[in-house]
């Protein structure tokens, strides 16, 4: 994956709470040798995420951080965007570690596990099928309805195009984002390209773009202007379509073919025109519209609502039925003077510019990576404001309280959140704390818990979990036989008790060997039903050994589950998970965690079981679904490489709980709590 990274790494934005630069994935394999609408929207919409964000993106792709990524005549090779959207991309085999994907051109690939923006730059397949072979309708209709149930946001160009998508999908108008496509271009020291006046057309030469309307009016024009009519794009459309549009552009005299151009010479055009021409039937923005205007540049368009949208008073209308009215059009297109576009330059610049358009991205950033804000169990963290030290250890106890259990006092040095200190500090503040606090707080047996409200002992779950430990041990070594399994860790209720979880059931973490985390799921479950009633085994997480990090959900609740796992087996030379999960120490500075390993690259394995992988992942993925299940929602999370299967998400639940205890036993003293707590003992 190639990599952008922002200049300053701990960078804050600051919108509601604090929240750290995020890793943003971007398909830009619309990105090529040849110039595109698609492909300048990709690079403007890549551009202005990488500004604020750190920015990855297929190998052989474009990339913002290329010296001279826009520059003519630089060789590009992208591979083949249907290719590696439905079949690299699916599943994510390539293991991208990611808050986010971004995806600019119609279509997200099949299994992407994280939150997904989608481009829809118009719907003229839905609304204007008769410019469209049935076999694309049905491709894209397919493609669509796919990403349809599975993006987090669709973005789209323009007010007509958001309002089109409304209307012929349904999807949600909340979620349906518009944001500026590109800035315009700035046209300077152009290279004379053409003899005598002419008139511009820029964009693929297809038949929603009203051609042969277009060519017969100017056919009427020639007779009675010295003017020419240039046409510079990729003609592009039915065979039959073609060849009588190629008659027509040959039988007209003034009409020049440029075929596509590169971005320099699309200037050089567009710097020397008497003006842009472009009377589609639809459009989803229109962006040489822009361009023209933004360099006062005189403008025809037809009625179509989005370029009237983007053009807003500045253009020349015909009517994109008329031929007469496009005649009439280009003669008073000749006729505009540069006080006529007094303004215009600096109303698209306003509208559409640079830093319009990395505004824009920043707020979809944040809307599309909102629930990723950390969960910080005593606010957000802040170098000036470190939570105090009594408070985080009451914070510890009602947090194990939360869960049923108590909690040893190593344990509680380990997990307190956002202190770090001796343990011989804690030691002498946990006593403080104990004998100011022993109408809430007890110890006895070596833990450490709330006093309950009742008056009544709380139940001690961990001894239920060893039971079910002990019960389940031959289960356990018949799992970890599997050639496909690396290594088991107890997890949830099984680790610590949780009071959440009260089912007679093994909660597991289990490492699978890379490309088999769906081999080892599949032997997890066929073992289970084996067993017989009884004996369960709830494999909670599957995480292939080169996908240990836990990227999604770096929140308190994820770091304390990471924290006291429980390791029941690793087979040799496979590394414990919390030596991939570093990110913990934010929220735990008092853990020892292993060395670090996350950044260790593995053999990639290939073959016949790693299609099998993917082909199960596929299998199951659809069962969920029709089940009401999906990957992204309601704790679910799978690709290629990890399998998380929380069909409830306690995280809120745990939230509650937590405020409701503190709110209850989290009376300390006003102003420093220390200096109270040591006077009172005084």
């Known amino acids: 994956m190639q990599r952008q990274t922002c200049s300053d790494p701990n960078a804050y934005f600051n919108e509601g709470s604090p929240q750290l630069m995020r890793t943003l994935f971007a398909d830009t394999t619309s990105v090529r040798p040849v110039a595109s609408g698609t492909g300048r929207y990709t690079r403007a919409l890549v551009s202005a995420l990488a500004a604020r964000n750190t920015v990855i993106c297929s190998p052989g ?61 118009d719907l003229s397949f839905l609304s204007h099928p008769q410019f469209y072979s049935r076999k694309m309708r049905s491709w894209y209709r397919h493609r669509l309805s796919h990403t349809l149930r599975n993006a987090s946001f669709i973005l789209t160009v323009s007010e007509t195009s958001r309002q089109s998508i409304i209307r012929h999908t349904g999807f949600a108008a909340d979620r349906i984002l518009v944001h500026p496509p590109a800035p315009p271009l700035q046209l300077q020291s152009p290279v004379p390209v053409h003899e005598e006046p002419y008139l511009l057309y820029i964009g693929n030469l297809e038949p929603k773009k009203n051609f042969e309307n277009m060519l017969l009016a100017f056919r009427e024009v020639r007779k009675q202007r010295s003017v020419s009519l240039v046409l510079a794009g990729r003609l592009h459309g039915p065979a039959a379509w073609t060849r009588r549009i190629r008659r027509l552009i040959a039988g007209t005299a003034g009409v020049t073919y440029a075929g596509f151009v590169s971005e320099a ?33 005189p403008v025809l368009i037809s009625q179509d609502a989005a370029l009237q949208e983007v053009a807003g008073k500045w253009a020349v209308t015909a009517d994109g039925t008329s031929a007469a009215s496009i005649t009439s059009g280009m003669m008073q297109l000749q006729e505009r003077t540069s006080a006529d576009l007094s303004g215009a330059g600096r109303a698209m610049a306003q509208r559409f510019g640079s830093e319009a358009c990395i505004s824009a991205t920043e707020r979809i950033t944040r809307k599309l990576t909102h629930q990723k804000r950390a969960f910080h169990l005593l606010g957000e963290p802040s170098q000036h404001h470190a939570p105090d030290t009594h408070t985080a250890i009451l914070a510890g106890i009602a947090y194990a309280d939360v869960f049923g259990a108590g909690i040893t006092r ?28 022993d109408d809430a707080l007890s110890e006895s047996n070596g833990l450490l818990r709330l006093r309950p409200v009742s008056g009544q002992p709380q139940p001690d779950q961990a001894e239920e979990a060893g039971r079910v430990r002990r019960r389940h041990a031959r289960l356990l070594r018949l799992v970890m036989a599997s050639p496909w399994v690396r290594g088991l860790y107890y997890s949830g209720g099984t680790a610590h008790g949780s009071g959440l979880d009260a089912q007679p059931d093994l909660d597991l973490l289990v490492v699978a060997a890379q ?17 017989g009633r009884g004996s369960s085994v709830c494999a ?21 589950q990471l924290l006291f796992l429980r390791k029941v087996s690793l087979k040799p030379g496979t590394k414990h998970i919390r030596s991939h999960n570093h990110w913990m120490k934010a929220h735990f500075p008092n853990a020892r965690l292993p060395e670090e390993s996350g950044a260790e690259k593995m053999p990639a394995k290939k ?19 029709r089940a009401g299940l999906q990957s992204g929602t309601g704790g679910l999370l799978w690709d290629a490489h990890r399998i998380k299967l929380h069909t409830r998400d306690h995280r809120p639940q745990v939230k509650q709980a937590f405020a409701e205890r503190m709110r209850r036993f989290g009376g300390l003293p006003a102003g420093s709590a220390a200096v109270s707590i040591r006077k009172k003992l005084s």
Request: aromatic fraction near 14%; charge should be neutral.
């Open 61 to 121: 792709c474009w990339h913002p951080e290329q010296a001279g990524g826009e520059a003519e005549g630089e060789v590009l090779n992208p591979p083949g965007y249907h290719r590696e959207l439905n079949l690299t991309l699916a599943g994510n085999r390539p293991n991208i570690t990611a808050d986010a994907g971004f995806f600019p051109n119609y279509f997200m690939p099949p299994a992407w596990p994280y939150p997904a923006a989608v481009t829809l730059h």
């Open 265 to 297: 010479r699309m200037q050089d055009l567009l710097a020397f025109s008497s003006g842009l021409v472009l009377v589609s039937h639809i459009e989803g923005f229109g962006l040489p519209v822009m361009d023209a205007l933004a360099n006062e540049i």
């Open 410 to 437: 190593r344990k509680l040095h380990r997990s307190l959140s956002g202190v770090k200190l001796s343990f011989e500090a804690f030691s002498q503040a946990l006593v403080e704390l104990l004998a100011y606090r």
């Open 515 to 531: 490309n088999r985390s769906w081999l080892a799921y599949a032997w997890i479950r066929a073992v289970s039903l084996l067993a």
């Open 540 to 560: 909670n997480y599957v995480l292939a050994e080169n996908a240990q990090q836990v990227h999604w959900q770096r929140d308190f609740y994820t770091a304390f």
């Open 607 to 625: 073959g016949l079981l790693s299609r099998f992988n993917l082909l199960l992942m596929f299998f199951w993925s659809a069962v969920w679904k």
